[in-house]
């Protein structure tokens, strides 16, 4: 008795001297104003993507991770917009899609005048290349949502001191998978992520900063 009760002691002061290095490990919340800034500081000096992400590897979100499952049900608000992270500068508002045109299309709400890296050429104000907001599309066939395909609208600041908001449509063709599903009126769950300049990974991808849709779609003929 007295030894298991010395090897549980042992497993629990295990457990607590390996606590702090499994916390370190994990992502960490960041600000994500101060890292816009660096971030655009990037952009306008052309880095790359592999750039910008090791820029920010390691920046996790204090906001809550999106849910795994998108919304099926009657009796709930079908289209839930998550604020994954953060919704300063841009957010989704509202996706549809058009069965006919095998189309996804988001309503995305740029919020801010600034951090967008830089006016139009020609324009007022401190000219860069602007960025680029990405949307990924996935939808779920019963097994698990699984990306369909990734769209972006290139972006740029505000330069005639005319105020937000602006609105974008963002509009993601379908993979050849959904183009094959059956156009029988059958609903099927769906997700769009939003994330500003970094490309979204999956369909659990947090953004920085951005937010994420889930809703339901109907295949029409």
């Given at each position: 008795m007295k030894r298991a009760n010395c090897l549980v002691a042992l497993a629990v002061l295990a457990a607590v001297l390996l606590?702090?290095?499994m916390v370190s490990a994990q992502d960490t919340p960041c600000d994500a104003d101060a890292l816009r800034n660096q971030v655009e500081?990037?952009?306008?000096?052309?880095?790359?993507?592999?750039?910008?992400?090791?820029?920010?590897?390691?920046?996790?979100?204090?906001?809550?991770?999106?849910?795994?499952?998108?919304?099926?049900?009657?009796?709930?608000?079908?289209?839930?917009?998550?604020?994954?992270g953060s919704i300063f500068w841009e957010q989704i508002d509202a996706c549809g899609y058009h069965p006919q045109r095998r189309e996804l299309e988001c309503a995305v709400e740029v919020r801010q005048r600034f951090g967008f890296a830089g006016t139009p050429p020609g324009a007022p104000g401190f000219n860069g290349p602007g960025s680029w907001e990405w949307v990924q599309f996935c939808v779920d066939y019963g097994a698990g949502l699984v990306p369909v395909n990734i769209s972006a609208v290139h972006v740029h600041d505000e330069a005639y001191g005319v105020n937000p908001p602006w609105y974008y449509g963002i509009s993601v063709q379908a993979d050849t998978t959904l183009h094959q599903a059956l156009v029988n009126g059958q609903t099927l769950r769906a997700r769009a992520i939003l994330s500003w300049t970094l490309i979204p990974t999956g369909c659990n991808f947090v953004p920085i900063w951005g937010n994420q849709a889930d809703f339901r779609i109907k295949l029409d003929p």
């Open positions: 606590l702090p290095a500081i990037l952009v306008r000096d052309g880095a790359s993507q592999d750039d910008i992400e090791a820029a920010v590897a390691g920046c996790g979100t204090s906001l809550p991770v999106p849910p795994l499952e998108a919304p099926f049900s009657n009796t709930v608000d079908l289209q839930n917009t998550t604020a994954t």
